[in-house]
């Protein structure tokens, strides 16, 4: 069965610390990894990561992928109120068929 | 911009109703899914389905069942609600042909079984 883990699963920071949330994931044959921003409703895209090493960046926010050692980070540096969501890892694997999995989330929640 | 829509935002069905929760993309996507989202347990999958006509156990497909009769559309069916299936339901479609190429989200289906 595919896993995905996510640490912590809460975290509160006061406005401007920089955060960092992890990813581990055990699935077959993987295919890539996806960050999303939950904050109410439906999940928004932040980031996907396919190859090791290569950082991706959008603002404050960051990721990385080790597929070596199975895990991913989503870092945000200078965080504001409005970073306060729930961050959730998917893992998209193929094993026939295209699977999504999802990990718990880390719920973020910024203090001003 | 890709849209996926669920047809409900809230529902509130009587333990035992037959439930039935739609969702729709407009991008031709091949790959949908349907998701429950519980706190502390994170988006769990229940059905996904590649293609017209075929569908995939997820990780809790007990209880549901599915149905794919047209590209666009993926529908959730609770053959019998309980109020353990009180929860907020996710769809999400994928275009199949990328391999790397983001989920799309509906708002959600807040269903509660009293």
């Known amino acids: 069965e595919d896993k995905v883990v996510q640490s912590p699963l809460s975290l509160v920071v006061h406005e401007g610390d920089t955060v960092t949330l992890n990813c581990s994931y055990e699935?077959?044959?993987?295919?890539?990894l996806l960050w999303y921003k939950q904050e109410k409703k439906a999940p928004t895209f932040l980031f996907m990561l396919?190859?090791?090493?290569i950082e991706k960046k959008s603002g404050r926010l960051s990721s990385i992928l080790d597929k070596k050692e199975l895990f991913s980070i989503l870092n945000i540096t200078a965080t504001q109120t409005g970073d306060s969501a729930v961050y959730l890892c998917?893992?998209?694997?193929?094993?026939?068929?295209?699977?999504?999995?999802f990990g718990t989330g880390t719920r973020l929640t910024i203090i001003p | 911009d890709v849209k996926v829509t669920q047809s409900s935002r809230y529902l509130v069905k009587r333990t035992g109703e037959k439930v039935f929760l739609e969702c729709v993309q407009d991008?031709?996507?091949?790959?949908m899914f349907w998701y429950r989202q519980d706190p502390g347990l994170g988006l769990r999958l229940i059905y996904f389905?590649?293609?017209?006509?075929?569908?995939e156990k997820g990780d809790i497909p007990e209880g549901y069942s599915v149905s794919r009769e047209k590209k666009e559309r993926f529908s959730l069916i609770l053959e019998s609600a309980s109020t353990n299936q009180t929860s907020m339901y996710l769809c999400?479609?994928?275009?199949?042909?990328?391999?790397?190429?983001?989920?799309?989200f509906g708002q959600g289906t807040r269903l509660t079984v009293v």
């Open positions: 998917a893992v998209k694997s193929n094993f026939g068929n295209e699977k999504l999995t």
């Open positions: 699935v077959t044959n993987f295919r890539s």
């Open positions: 396919t190859s090791s090493g």
């Open positions: 991008m031709d996507h091949e790959n």
């Open positions: 389905s590649y293609d017209v006509k075929m569908k």
């Open positions: 999400a479609s994928v275009w199949g042909l990328q391999p790397n190429t983001e989920a799309f």
